[in-house]
């Protein structure tokens, strides 16, 4: 029997659980293999690696991975988004965020952002369908514990962020993943996380909408930098 024929019949018996955990796992060895320089490199490579692979993976199987739209997800969108926006315009004040981001250069003209914020929106579409698609709702069978499975993985591609921001990368995860699993849908996280992304980036080309210096003393008692 030939090594090709045996992987083939291993996959085979496969549940559809495990080949998408095994598919996430080669998906992000290949994200992280894959060299972007700016921001229109990442789009080619987010659509490919998190929107189209993962779809495809869905479609062979007869899968869904949240790509859909009914009234529990529109409510639980708009709950989500009126939940997380406070914490886009604290966060935009901090001296971290304000250094970090724009991650790709803009500015705040019409002409040039706006362009810009879509190919964020399409950045966080393909971060979604990925995490909350296939890694979250895509695995629902299991329960409620899918999750706790994106945001050990999200940790782990984003060690480059602000400490601020890594620190609250978990309990955002789990936070999107469970209106992502009650809605059945990515459509929360995807609106919440393109959005908010936009907004940052909007509010840090901007002077602070709170002033810096009331924030950090807000979060001096936090044992990272603000």
């Not at 695995?139 to 050990?152: D, N, T, Y």
């Not at 789990?174 to 209106?179: D, K, N």
């Not at 907004?199 to 080309?205: H, I, K, P, R, S």
Request: aromatic share 12%; proline share 7%; net charge positive.
């Amino acid at each position: 029997m030939s090594v090709g024929r045996s992987v083939r019949r291993r996959v085979a018996r496969l549940s559809w659980v495990e080949r998408a955990l095994l598919a996430g796992a080669a998906l992000t060895a290949v994200w992280m293999a894959w060299d972007v320089t700016g921001l229109t490199d990442r789009l080619v490579r987010d659509v490919v690696v998190y929107i189209l692979a993962p779809l495809a993976l869905a479609a062979y199987h007869g899968r869904h991975i949240g790509y859909r739209v009914d009234r529990t997800a529109i409510r639980n969108t708009v709950l989500l988004v009126l939940f997380v926006l406070p914490f886009y315009v604290v966060g935009s004040s901090l001296p971290t965020i304000r250094a970090y981001y724009p991650m790709w250069e803009t500015s705040a003209a019409l002409g040039e952002f706006l362009p810009h914020a879509v190919a964020q929106f399409v950045v966080a579409l393909a971060a979604e369908t990925y995490y909350r698609g296939l890694l979250c709702v895509g695995v629902r069978e299991i329960g409620f514990k899918s999750v706790l499975i994106s945001p050990v993985v999200y940790a782990f591609h984003h060690l480059y962020k602000p400490p601020i921001e890594l620190a609250l990368s978990g309990p955002t995860d789990v936070l999107f993943g469970a209106v992502d699993y009650k809605s059945e849908s990515i459509l929360p996280s995807v609106v919440a996380h393109g959005a908010g992304l936009a907004l940052l980036d909007w509010l840090v080309l901007h002077p602070p909408l709170v002033p810096t210096e009331q924030v950090v003393r807000w979060l001096s008692w936090l044992p990272i930098p603000v």
